[in-house]
């Protein structure tokens, strides 16, 4: 892995190791600290554009998604007391959504990562 890859892949990890924290309803109070997060994903895609992989990009765009759409959500459980057991699952979902997107890109880079795998699904 060439030194902007490993770079790149750090970012990755440290983004995949904020979204593993999420792991109760009541962590949508802490959306805050995904603030920069998705920016980091884009950035660390683009340091990745000349890896040979079309499923790569693909996952890393997945991940953006997910996490500004758990933003979303998190906005929306302020405003609207009466929605918030939905916005709380729906947040869970999408943070887990990203964080598996990020997973299998990491990967994708180094299939080493699969070790973390299996840590974050024994937690």
Do not use: W
Not at 49 to 63: G, M, N, P
């Amino acid at each position: 892995m060439g030194r902007m890859h490993a770079h790149a892949a750090a970012g990755l990890r440290e983004v995949r190791d904020l979204l593993a924290t999420f792991t109760t309803p009541s962590c949508i109070e802490r959306a805050g600290e995904l603030e920069g997060a998705a920016d980091k994903v884009t950035s660390c895609a683009a340091e990745l554009l000349d890896v040979d992989s079309e499923r790569l990009q693909h996952h890393l765009a997945s991940a953006v998604r997910s996490i500004q759409s758990a933003e979303q959500t998190a906005a929306s459980y302020e405003r609207n007391p009466l929605s918030r057991p939905i916005a709380q699952a729906r947040f869970a979902m999408q943070t887990g959504v990203a964080m598996g997107a990020l997973q299998v890109a990491l990967e994708e880079l180094d299939p080493a990562e699969e070790a973390a795998r299996d840590r974050l699904r024994d937690r």
